[in-house]
């Protein structure tokens, strides 16, 4: 997989195909290294971009959110419906990349590779197995207060059938304290996450900004043999 992290023309030159040639030639240089699916962002507002990358052969194939709230919980958010038998466990980011379940697809940004300075959990059932886990990353304020709280991932085993318990206790940790006024946000959740969503919409997270994720598969008859 490849990422295109950003690609702009100066405004004075766009209508050029100046964009297309430098797709197409980021299409070249993906078949000699074997490439088989290219990804990438664009915001949902910047139609221009979004339909030079269909006529490069993207296919739209998710939308982005970034929700957010800033005030200070009400209760005890993400409350526990059932009483679970989860324990919690902080880990460094690439640890959660050794999962089975890690979504490798994600977008680059919510990446483990792009959280390194982050933090993860990991839940555990009462067998010591893996049932889920979040990325997510902490800014602090110079006092030591906490300015901003974005979540990257949150994932339950794909078979749970607890899955939202889970997703409930790692909430309820990631976005602790939860009397404190900050920045509780999501960064490039996919709209395809419905569960997740519907647990932060319940606990009052609004929609901000919204991208779209594309894909283009890569034709392996022009990848290059390495």
């Given at each position: 997989?490849?990422?295109?992290?950003?690609?702009?023309?100066?405004?004075?030159?766009?209508?050029?195909?100046?964009?297309?040639?430098?797709?197409?030639?980021?299409?070249?240089l993906y078949r000699q290294a074997g490439v088989e699916r290219a990804v990438l962002e664009a915001f949902v507002?910047?139609?221009?971009?979004?339909?030079?990358?269909?006529?490069?052969?993207?296919?739209?194939?998710?939308?982005?959110?970034?929700?957010?709230?800033?005030?200070?919980?009400?209760?005890?958010?993400?409350?526990?419906?059932?009483?679970?038998?989860?324990?919690?466990?902080?880990?460094?980011?690439?640890?959660?990349?050794?999962?089975?379940?890690?979504?490798?697809?994600?977008?680059?940004?919510t990446q483990w590779q792009s959280a390194k300075e982050g933090e993860a959990l990991i839940a555990l059932d009462p067998a010591g197995e893996a049932v889920g886990y979040a990325l997510?990353?902490?800014?602090?304020?110079?006092?030591?207060?906490?300015?901003?709280?974005?979540?990257?991932?949150?994932?339950?085993?794909?078979?749970?059938?607890?899955?939202?318990?889970?997703?409930?206790?790692?909430?309820?940790?990631?976005?602790?304290?939860?009397?404190?006024?900050?920045?509780?946000?999501?960064?490039?959740?996919?709209?395809?996450?419905?569960?997740?969503?519907?647990?932060?919409?319940?606990?009052?997270?609004?929609?901000?900004?919204?991208?779209?994720?594309?894909?283009?598969?890569?034709?392996?008859?022009?990848?290059?043999?390495?």
């Amino acid at each position: 997989m490849a990422w295109n992290g950003g690609t702009c023309v100066v405004p004075e030159l766009r209508g050029r195909g100046v964009g297309a040639a430098m797709i197409e030639a980021v299409m070249e240089l993906y078949r000699q290294a074997g490439v088989e699916r290219a990804v990438l962002e664009a915001f949902v507002q910047n139609e221009p971009a979004i339909s030079l990358y269909r006529k490069m052969g993207y296919q739209l194939v998710d939308r982005l959110l970034f929700l957010e709230r800033t005030d200070p919980f009400a209760d005890r958010p993400f409350a526990h419906r059932l009483p679970h038998r989860y324990t919690l466990r902080s880990v460094r980011p690439h640890e959660v990349g050794r999962l089975p379940f890690y979504r490798s697809a994600a977008p680059w940004q919510t990446q483990w590779q792009s959280a390194k300075e982050g933090e993860a959990l990991i839940a555990l059932d009462p067998a010591g197995e893996a049932v889920g886990y979040a990325l997510y990353e902490r800014v602090y304020e110079e006092s030591g207060a906490i300015k901003n709280i974005s979540l990257l991932q949150c994932e339950a085993r794909p078979e749970l059938a607890e899955a939202d318990e889970v997703l409930r206790i790692m909430l309820a940790e990631l976005f602790a304290p939860h009397d404190v006024s900050c920045r509780r946000s999501t960064f490039n959740l996919p709209a395809s996450r419905q569960r997740l969503l519907r647990l932060l919409a319940a606990e009052g997270f609004q929609p901000k900004v919204e991208q779209v994720y594309l894909e283009k598969q890569m034709d392996k008859s022009d990848a290059a043999v390495l």
